[in-house]
């Protein structure tokens, strides 16, 4: 069963950076849509950022000017670097691997952003 992996998530102060990593072995990577979504508690899953396997991006307004996804297709790996990290940016971050016939969810990593 292809289970994208993801790594990176931890306490970090407000105002601070992280990278996440996302690696889905299993796949023909470069023919995916890759994104990043989060679920903080309480709430529901909501899109961080995507990159198709065109390369074509897209951000939720929330992160915009502060997260940036990137993929290297040939590490079949997806990055989200995150900068200016605020305190509601806390949440259980997903990797996605999505085609029309169907995707696969990784199981998160946690990011918490907290003095």
């Known amino acids: 069963q292809v289970q994208p992996v993801e790594s990176g998530g931890e306490l970090v102060q407000p105002g601070g950076s992280l990278r996440l990593s996302c690696s889905a072995s299993?796949?023909?990577?470069?023919?995916?849509?890759m994104g990043w979504y989060r679920q903080a508690p309480g709430k529901q899953r909501e899109l961080v950022a995507v990159?198709?396997?065109?390369?074509?991006?897209n951000y939720a307004d929330s992160v915009k000017g502060r997260f940036t996804i990137s993929r290297d297709n040939a590490k079949k790996t997806v990055y989200l670097q995150m900068n200016s990290l605020k305190p509601e940016d806390t949440a259980v971050y997903y990797c996605?691997?999505?085609?029309?016939?169907?995707?696969?969810w990784g199981r998160g990593t946690q990011v918490t952003v907290s003095s």
């Open positions: 299993g796949i023909i990577f470069w023919l995916y849509d």
């Open positions: 996605n691997a999505g085609q029309p016939s169907g995707d696969f």
């Open positions: 990159i198709t396997s065109g390369g074509r991006i």
